[in-house]
């Protein structure tokens, strides 16, 4: 996979878990005005999100993180180790990790459900993610 195309990933999935998880009253008036007015007169709800978005920022990375300690152990265990080997450079071990979460999130957000379940399997089962 890309690097853009996996860092779309990262992306796609924070949209989703914000939108599913922190900001679902904004998320949901977004759409009413999109289907209601097409492009035009979204903009209050439009930054509504955003705002939403921004405050939550934290959490859903800590979503991230969490489903990556219980689903992604392998990319978790390269970041552990390139951190415990004192390598400031850890990025790409850390971006793998998320991508990895990323991606697990999506393929579960077929059912809202399965998107809970595996955020509350997460939690229970996270190791502790190097920081």
Request: with cysteine; net charge neutral; hydrophobic share 40%.
């Amino acid at each position: 996979m890309s690097d853009s195309i996996a860092d779309e990933a990262i992306g796609q999935a924070c949209t989703l878990l914000t939108a599913a998880l922190h900001c679902r009253r904004q998320s949901a008036e977004l759409k009413k005005c999109l289907a209601a007015s097409g492009s035009a007169g979204y903009a209050h709800a439009q930054q509504a999100f955003a705002t939403c978005s921004h405050e939550h920022a934290s959490e859903v990375i800590s979503s991230l993180v969490s489903v990556a300690s219980a689903h992604c152990k392998a990319e978790v265990a390269a970041f552990a180790a390139c951190k415990r080997g004192g390598s400031r450079a850890c990025e790409e071990d850390d971006l793998a990790a998320l991508r990895c979460a990323s991606l697990q999130v999506l393929r579960s957000a077929t059912s809202a459900l399965r998107l809970r379940a595996l955020l509350s399997q997460s939690a229970l089962e996270s190791e502790s993610y190097p920081r």
